[in-house]
């Protein structure tokens, strides 16, 4: 996976290529967070044990749904989703 607005050498190679609006990158990475949260894809164990804050992470990020996101950044809301969705390879 690519986020960057530019075709890029590594964006040609990337299975999901995201092309946020220049200078909305903050949004994207709330939007994100708004679905790994609110599906509970985040390591519950580890956010207990080693995070402060993390509750007003959650309620801050309920103010960038998919689709708000989408908006701001011109990712298609289907895309969003699916990098948040995305499995990290072990």
Known sequence: MVID?????????????????PGTDGALALGLLNVIINENLYDKEFVEKWTHGFDELKQRVQEYPVQKVSQIT???????????RRKIPQ
């Open 74 to 84: 011109w990712v298609p809301a289907e895309d969003i989703v699916k990098a948040a």
């Open 5 to 21: 607005p530019r075709m890029s050498w590594a964006a040609t190679r990337a299975d999901l290529w995201l092309r946020p609006r």
